[in-house]
């Protein structure tokens, strides 16, 4: 069997792979607020026992991902996390 560069990656490690990607993106609809925290509360559960969490969070700030959990963190928390690496590199 073939393999491809990516299976020797971390993604092919990572907890998520094989798990209901709708855990780690919002639908394509409305999202209550109730459900949006219980998704992504189930999602970064998964993240917590991923031993490629360090590896896919860098990978979603290096690429700036704009959607879904990734390393543990939402979208907003990855921004917040880029804003104040922008905000050293400005300060030192």
Known sequence: MATT???LGWQFRAACRG???TLFF???YFERREEKDARE???KAICA???VREQCLDYALRIREPHGI???LNEYERRA???ERDRQRQAG
């Open 49 to 51: 026992r991923c031993d």
């Open 41 to 43: 509360a189930q999602a």
């Open 70 to 72: 990734w390393g543990g």
């Open 26 to 28: 919002a639908p394509n």
């Open 19 to 21: 798990q209901d990607s």
């Open 81 to 83: 996390m880029l804003r």
């Open 5 to 7: 560069d990516w299976m």
